[in-house]
């Protein structure tokens, strides 16, 4: 209803955490906000990891691609 009364681009980025809410989220908004996750994701690599293993960019990196492949998937662009 938002986008239909403004006529601009919506985007939302309250509580997308996982894959499946990212895609839920994309098929409605025309962009997800995933800030807060990848941040949440970064702390606790850290603090598992101690902040300074190549493993802590892998696991924000890893989230980010399985984001960004669930928003494109819901989308039908590109491989999930």
Known sequence: RLKAASGLPVAVGFGIKTAE??????RCADAVVVGSA????LAAAVDAKGGE????????????????????????????
Do not use: P
């Not at 990848?38 to 994701?41: G, K, Y």
């Not at 960019?57 to 662009?77: D, H, K, M, Q």
């Open 21 to 26: 809410k990212a895609a839920e989220t994309a």
């Open 38 to 41: 990848l941040v949440e994701r």
């Open 53 to 80: 293993d190549d493993s802590v960019i892998n696991s924000v990196l890893s989230l980010a691609r399985e984001l960004g492949g669930a928003v494109r998937a819901a989308r039908g662009v590109g491989k999930a």
